[in-house]
């Protein structure tokens, strides 16, 4: 199962969850990946030191696979490109865990993907027959896809991609890739309306794709990404409730029939921004007195959540 969790927002905790609903699922007992997607590499710096990363990124960001592709055409095995991130495999370990969390980094200049992308498939345009561009458009935007399905059939229970926050090239590969998407949302006022705007524009990517793919006989498949629902993070709690203005947020969200979680993440600065200097979700940090004990309860439900509505989408199919 490959799953995108996708905002076009910046900082609305899409790595947070990310990090933590992996780190959740590998303790009881999956195999997971994460793939971060995002040029701003936070999901890669939770797990990686600097150091670490600084001695690994020369071959092993998902940058450089895109280069390879983007440059040489090579296809090359991403497989190669994934790490163990030591803190969090010890931890656990510690905990008794038999599940794996594996991590492919990013790269600040994952950014210039985006562009290098957009050249790839309109470079040569002119003179080009709408067939053959559209033909490169498939085997560009389906490159991720073609790239992780061994690995999601074969290695992984579950792959994870956290994406910029965008709708660009690389985004769409990753939408394109993906068997469910997970969306991350604050209740506000303009969280609220760009939900809406963003599954309309999610639609319409995957449709664009569609028409081209039912056109083509080399194999592209239309893709049908099963949409899991909008989590409502950093939510502020006043004695244990979401705050009215917030909770209206919600319910009108609700009342779009957009399909969202029960859980809500709650709002808890200190607590979620430490954790990744550990390079260990907050999910497995160890307890201690009530510390965490309320984010790991919902982080918990969260990922309960999530794990239903994949056997939900898996029944589906
Ligand atoms: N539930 C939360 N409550 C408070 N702060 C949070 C929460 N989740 C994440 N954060 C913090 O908010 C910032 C943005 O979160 P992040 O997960 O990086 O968002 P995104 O990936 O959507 O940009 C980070 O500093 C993170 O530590
Ligand atoms: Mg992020």
């Known amino acids: 199962m490959i799953i995108s969790v996708i905002n076009y927002k910046g900082g609305v905790g899409k790595t947070t969850m990310t990090a933590n609903i992996a780190a959740e699922m590998a303790y009881r007992g999956k195999k997971v990946l994460v793939l971060d997607l995002d040029p701003q590499t936070n999901l890669t710096f939770s797990f990686l030191t600097v150091e670490q990363w600084q001695h690994a990124y020369q071959h092993q960001t998902i940058k450089r696979w895109y280069d390879a592709f983007i440059d040489k055409d090579e296809e090359l095995d991403l497989k190669d490109f994934i790490t163990r991130p ?54 560009i935007l389906s490159r991720l896809k073609t790239g992780l399905i061994p690995l999601a059939k074969n290695e992984y229970d579950i792959i ?43 639609n319409q990517l995957i449709e664009d ?44 969200v609700k009342r779009q029939q957009i399909g969202t979680f029960e859980t809500l993440i709650t709002e808890n600065k200190t607590d979620y921004s430490e954790a990744p200097e550990k390079g260990i979700p907050v999910v497995l940090t160890p307890a201690s007195k009530d510390r965490y004990a309320s984010i790991h309860m919902r982080l918990k439900a969260l990922t309960s959540e999530v794990e239903a509505k994949i056997q939900q989408m898996k029944s589906g199919r």
């Open 86 to 139: 030591e803190r969090a495999h010890k931890r656990l370990r510690a905990l008794e865990a038999t599940g794996i969390l594996d991590l492919i980094p990013s790269h600040l200049g994952l950014v210039n993907v985006d562009n290098d992308l957009a050249i790839k498939i309109w470079k040569g345009n002119q003179g080009v027959t709408e067939r053959s561009h559209r033909y490169e458009y498939l085997r």
């Open 160 to 202: 994870l991609i956290d994406c910029p926050p965008n709708l660009n090239y690389v985004t769409q590969t990753a939408i394109i890739a993906s068997d469910g998407l997970l969306i991350p949302a604050k209740p506000d006022y303009l969280s609220t309306l760009g939900i809406s705007e963003l599954k309309q524009h999610l």
């Open 209 to 252: 794709y569609n028409s081209k793919a039912q056109m083509e006989p080399y194999g592209y498949k239309p893709i049908c990404p099963y949409w899991l629902g909008v989590v409502f993070t950093m939510v502020g709690l006043w004695k244990n409730e979401p705050y009215q203005t917030l909770q209206d947020y919600i319910d009108r």
